[in-house]
């Protein structure tokens, strides 16, 4: 795997991978499509389609915050292009996972809604982490990054903060099999550890 | 109600819709797991689809291990011959045999809902024994067949509604645990009732994971068990229950959240003090003794003031869940003077 990354890809084969990702991050779509369509999306289909947004918002988080680390231990940078795409990915899921939840869920009735989240820590951090990951969705095209210039990396650094409670929320959904979160969690913790011993050894 | 044409193709001809749906389950998963990324994410899911293969191939083998035939007859749909129909829930819309069977919080399956479904097809519950012991004049042990034999059994249409927010509509058949207690003949000192479910862990895969304190135990309090709502299932839509849903016999509370429903019942205790259900020990501050359905006690994970209809479609939206689960004519006598919020 590393040394696999270890070679640089040209222009040409580095546009084919990222087609190639951003085809990837299609198939979950594409497959609650076609469940949905096949009347397969099991007998809680609300909560299916809660749980499989949520699952690839969070994967693709943790996919884009390992493209550092792949830097730190491989000294390539090539991999960093993908960051945008596959952040946007991971707000295009999140935005899914809000969606249904306030729609499908809710029924957009807000008072209960308001309720939801004031009366449930894991639905409380749940939304704070997908508000924060608007601004970053807004500032993500190239015209403001140059526009925010040296604001630009601090704000993105609310990254890290997003991904610790995306976690959390997803560990608090669980009521004991904490196995699933708990490895995510551990994910996490190796993929920031990484930057904090690199930013130590400095 | 589902109504069964008689068929002239003999039984073991007809691929059995566990294998069908096994398959199907396995092929669904396999597809999930080549699009996940990371092998420790896969674990899980590839873990599950190798039982499935397992339990596929099993399954469609049964020359080669004669003790799976029997657990496939009785793993397949068997009718109830005798029962009384009753006008409880003969207004209400059933959820589809389907749904009910294949969602299902059953953690000794393993603790994804459709697990169950999968994990407890080679289940056995046949033969099966039921002790009695604790307060009670002398303790008995009775073999199912013949404890069925002595309560007539009836169906009734229950609403279930799961402390995750989501609820069913179910027809049990069975018989009200009063009869069994009367049967039991507990003395003066019993004031609880503590059921306690089968823990094997060659059978049940997901007892072998410290996930509850096994075996599964629940309570109720006299007055709730001999409450003429109370029942103990041995069938639902007419037929014998699936594996998945607690065969052979389980408790139906159905004015309390699901999880008091203890399944694959062995032993029945009458205590003097108030029993501490596994789920009590999981999470006190979560899951109480009492766990009546009750829109007005919030839980910290679950909004309790409304609830999704399984099987209503994804635009449904949500129905306001109902004190004691809409039973509250039948049973709220019974907690007159409590304060609900403590004893939640």
């Known amino acids: 795997m590393l040394t696999l990354l270890k070679k640089i890809p040209n222009k040409a084969q580095l546009s084919k991978i990222k087609a190639l990702v951003f085809f990837l991050c299609f198939i979950p779509l594409f497959r609650l499509i076609f469940l949905g369509i096949q009347e397969d999306l099991t007998a809680n289909p609300i909560e299916f389609i809660e749980r499989s947004t949520g699952f690839w918002a969070l994967l693709i988080l943790l996919a884009t915050l390992s493209l550092t680390p792949i830097r730190l231990l491989t000294r390539r940078v090539w991999q960093l292009q993908m960051r945008r795409m596959l952040g946007l990915w991971m707000f295009f899921y999140a935005g899914l996972h809000v969606l249904v939840y306030l729609w499908l869920d809710f029924g957009f009735s807000w008072l209960d809604i308001s309720k939801d989240i004031a009366k449930h820590p894991r639905i409380l951090v749940g939304f704070a982490a997908f508000v924060l990951t608007i601004p970053l969705a807004i500032t993500s095209s190239n015209a403001m990054v140059k526009r925010l210039r040296e604001r630009w990396k601090p704000l993105h650094q609310l990254v890290y903060v997003i991904a610790i409670l995306a976690v959390v929320h997803f560990w608090w959904l669980v009521k004991k099999d904490i196995r699933e979160p708990l490895s995510y969690a551990f994910i996490l913790v190796i993929l920031l550890g990484i930057r904090l011993y690199d930013k130590a050894k400095k | ?344």
């Open chain 2, 1 to 344: 109600m589902i109504i069964q044409k008689q068929s002239d193709i003999i039984p073991s001809e007809i691929t059995p819709k566990e294998v069908f749906e096994n398959k199907r389950a396995f092929l669904q998963k396999a597809g999930f797991g080549l699009l996940a990324g990371s092998a420790t994410l896969l674990s899980h899911s590839l873990h599950a689809a190798t039982l499935n293969i397992t339990n596929l191939e099993n399954a469609t083998k049964p020359a080669r291990a004669p003790s799976l035939i029997k657990a496939n007859a009785l793993g397949s749909r068997q009718k109830i011959l005798n029962f009384t129909k009753t006008t409880y829930g003969a207004d209400e819309k059933l959820t589809s045999y389907d749904d009910i069977t294949t969602y299902n919080n059953y953690y000794e399956f393993g603790t994804d809902k459709s697990e169950p479904a999968i994990h407890s097809k080679l289940f056995k519950p046949h033969p099966w024994t039921i002790s009695v012991e604790g307060e009670v004049k002398k303790n008995k042990t009775i073999n199912l067949d013949d404890l069925i034999k002595l309560m007539p059994l009836e169906e009734r249409i229950y609403r279930m509604r799961c402390v995750e927010g989501w609820s069913m509509v179910i027809p049990w058949v069975g018989f009200p645990l009063a009869q069994l207690v009367k049967w039991a003949e507990p003395t003066g000192n019993a004031k609880y009732i503590e059921l306690i479910s089968l823990v094997d862990k060659q059978q049940m895969p997901g007892a072998n994971l410290p996930i509850l304190d096994w075996p599964y135990t629940e309570g109720l309090r006299m007055d709730e068990a001999m409450n003429p709502l109370t029942l103990m299932a041995v069938g639902l839509y007419g037929e014998h229950l699936p594996n998945q849903n607690g065969a052979p016999i389980r408790l139906v509370v159905p004015w309390k959240y699901g999880f008091k429903g203890a399944k694959a019942i062995v032993k029945i205790r009458f205590t003097e003090k108030m029993p501490l259900t596994s789920w009590m020990k999981a999470g006190p501050n979560e899951y109480g003794f009492y766990a009546n359905v009750n829109p007005q006690v919030e839980h910290p994970r679950w909004t309790q003031s409304s609830e999704k209809r399984i099987g209503a479609g994804l635009f449904a939206g949500r129905i306001k869940t109902q004190m004691f689960n809409g039973y509250a004519e039948q049973v709220g006598q019974m907690y007159a003077g409590m304060d609900l919020r403590k004893n939640f």
